[in-house]
Nanobody, 128 residues
């Protein structure tokens, strides 16, 4: 089993920044993909970004969706088993519950159903 715990959400004004963290623990295999999804009230869950870890030590193959790629950065710290989502120039439309998810293997997918483990989510609220 794998456990994921997110943190870093909060209330911020438009144009501000937040850094979300996703700490993974448990039976982590050498190769896995971690993704961030978000869900705004009344909207479907949306894929935001993903990163892969290979050979038990290297985070790479980052990807962010077009609407955030100039403002959000996904990264990983292998020593801490943590994936970050740095969010800059936040907009009110970014308001949502952000959740990280993990799937084992190396296949990079953007579909929530393909991820095996999920965190509890963290609320991000951007005021105008």
């Amino acid at each position: 089993q794998v456990q994921l715990v997110e943190s870093g959400g909060g209330l911020v004004q438009a144009g501000g920044s937040l850094r979300l963290s996703c700490i993974a623990s448990g039976r982590l295999l050498n190769n896995f993909v971690v993704a961030w999804f978000r869900q705004a009230p009344g909207k479907e869950r949306q894929f935001v970004a993903r990163i892969s870890r290979s050979n038990g030590r290297t985070f790479h193959n980052t990807y962010c969706i077009d609407s955030v790629k100039d403002r959000f950065t996904i990264s990983g710290d292998n020593a801490k088993n943590t994936v970050y989502l740095q969010m800059d120039s936040l907009k009110p439309d970014d308001t949502a519950v952000y959740s990280c998810a993990l799937r084992t293997g190396t296949r990079m997918v953007d579909i929530a159903g393909e991820y095996d483990y999920w965190g509890q989510g963290t609320q991000v609220t951007v005021s105008s």
